[in-house]
Structures are given as structure tokens and as C-alpha cells.
């Protein structure tokens, strides 16, 4: 038998290119993060402070049933900042659709000259798997910082961070005759937005590469099968070419010839 071929040497792992990089950068930087950020400010503050603060209040109430006052709070904090996120997944998910022309144009525009091919990307499943994911991290962040530095520490964080980023830099007041200012509740909002927007986006893009490399198409699966059982195959053998009933019988009378043992033990 002729000695197996060894079996190929795995190709390099091919860098990223530019235009995928900008892709990434522009999908989950721009709409999953700033974009997603913007949007949120006013949307959450509605929710808080605004037309839908009596309904915010009566779920935290309704939560309570269920868990402590900060879980409830923590729970609607991040459902209001959430809601523009969950919203979001539409045009990223429109986006990773046509990722293959769009990384392929940014390419062309950059320099960045490589052949037409498939990029890794997510369906539509694979980006609400993502967010749902996102999500619990998102509520687990805020949890654990509560957890870790008490429910003081955070509350003290949103009101530093409205105080010195979103109001005296402005020359506006944080409170009015004891009051809460309406820029003052806005900051203490994109507060809450910063910490789990950062880390949403950031968790978004982790786990849509990791669904991205496991949501193959089964064809593709199959090809990258076939093709392994090819390389670590044994090498076909040479066919025995196929007799005649007459050249059979000739065969056996020249061995029962060649040995008399055999003849006589037919």
C-alpha cells in the first residue's frame, strides 16, 4: 500500500482588514454605542422623570413583590436605558446582513485590495441571542457595582458625573430652591446610560463574533467536513480488474497444476 499523504498544514489565520475594522467600528461603535447612547438620554428620562414616571414608579412598586427596593430599581434602571439598545438591533442587524458588499466597498475605498469573500457575520437570531445575552450583563454590571461599592457609591457617581459633565461645565445650576434641575436629572440619566451603554456595546461585539463563527451556514459545515475526511482519508486503492467466468477456471487449473496438495485437496 502506497504511504498516506500527510495531512495539509492548517492555512494562517487571515488579519482583519480595514474595511472590516471600520465596519466593526461603525456597526457596534456607532449605532450599538453612540448612537444607541444619544437616543437614550431622553427616551430613559421620560421614563423616570417624565410622562411615563407614574408607570416607572408603580413597576418598581410591583417589583418590590419579588425583590428588595435596589434589585427593583436597579432592574427598571436598566429596562429604560435598555429599550433604545433592544430597538438598535434592527439596523445592526440589517448591517451584518449585507456585511459581505459593505466590508468589500470600505475595502476598495481604504486600499485595502482583497478578493470578494465571505465574511464572518450574524443572522437575526444571532443578534437577539446577543442582546438578550447583553442585557443580563448589563443588569449584572450595574448589580455587581452596587454590590461591591453599595448603593451610596452609585447614587453619589450619577450626581458627580451630571454635576461636573453635564452642568457646571455649562454654568447651569444642579438644584433650584431644593430641587432637582431638569439638566441635572438628564445627567444623572446619561450617567446610568455611559455605565451600561460602554459596557453593552463592548459586550455586543464580543458575543456577535462568537455567534458569527458558530451560525455557519449547514452547507458551509458540510463542505469544511468533506473536505477534512478528504485530506485525512486513505488514498484510494488501484481496482482489481474484473475476470470472466473462463479465465477463472483457467486460474484454478493452473494453481491445482503448480500444487498437487491443492488438487487433491479439491
Request: one cysteine or more; hydrophobic letters at 40%; a positive charge.
Amino acid at each position: 500500500m502506497p504511504d498516506t499523504p500527510a495531512t495539509q498544514p492548517p492555512e494562517p489565520q487571515k488579519k482583519m482588514s480595514k474595511g472590516e475594522k471600520l465596519f466593526n467600528w461603525l456597526v457596534y461603535g456607532g449605532i450599538a454605542g453612540v448612537t444607541t447612547f444619544v437616543l437614550t438620554v431622553p427616551v430613559a428620562y421620560q421614563a423616570k422623570y417624565g410622562k411615563w414616571a407614574n408607570s416607572f414608579k408603580s413597576s418598581v412598586k410591583w417589583l418590590e413583590r419579588y425583590f428588595s427596593k435596589q434589585t427593583a430599581e436597579d432592574i427598571m434602571n436598566t429596562h429604560i436605558v435598555g429599550n433604545v439598545g433592544h430597538a438598535m438591533t434592527i439596523p445592526v442587524a440589517i448591517a451584518e446582513n449585507y456585511k459581505d458588499p459593505i466590508v468589500t466597498a470600505l475595502n476598495k475605498k481604504l486600499g485595502d485590495e482583497q478578493p470578494p469573500q465571505e465574511f464572518p457575520k450574524l443572522n437575526f437570531l444571532g443578534v437577539l441571542k446577543s442582546r438578550l445575552l447583553v442585557s443580563a450583563a448589563a443588569f449584572l454590571s450595574i448589580k455587581g457595582f452596587v454590590k461591591m461599592f453599595g448603593a451610596s457609591r452609585f447614587d453619589a457617581f450619577e450626581r458627580k458625573f451630571s454635576e461636573h459633565i453635564v452642568c457646571k461645565p455649562f454654568g447651569k445650576p444642579t438644584h433650584i430652591n431644593g430641587l432637582e434641575t431638569t439638566r441635572f436629572k438628564v445627567g444623572r440619566i446619561a450617567a446610568i446610560d455611559v455605565f451600561v451603554t460602554t459596557a453593552a456595546s463592548a459586550m455586543l461585539y464580543v458575543c456577535s463574533r462568537m455567534f458569527a463563527r458558530k451560525d455557519k451556514d449547514p452547507d458551509t459545515l458540510a463542505d469544511e467536513v468533506k473536505d477534512a475526511y478528504v485530506i485525512d482519508a486513505d488514498p484510494p486503492q488501484t481496482p482489481v480488474p474484473s475476470r470472466s467466468f473462463a479465465e477463472t477456471i483457467a486460474s484454478r487449473k493452473q494453481e491445482a497444476q503448480a500444487s498437487p496438495a491443492l488438487a487433491m485437496g479439491q
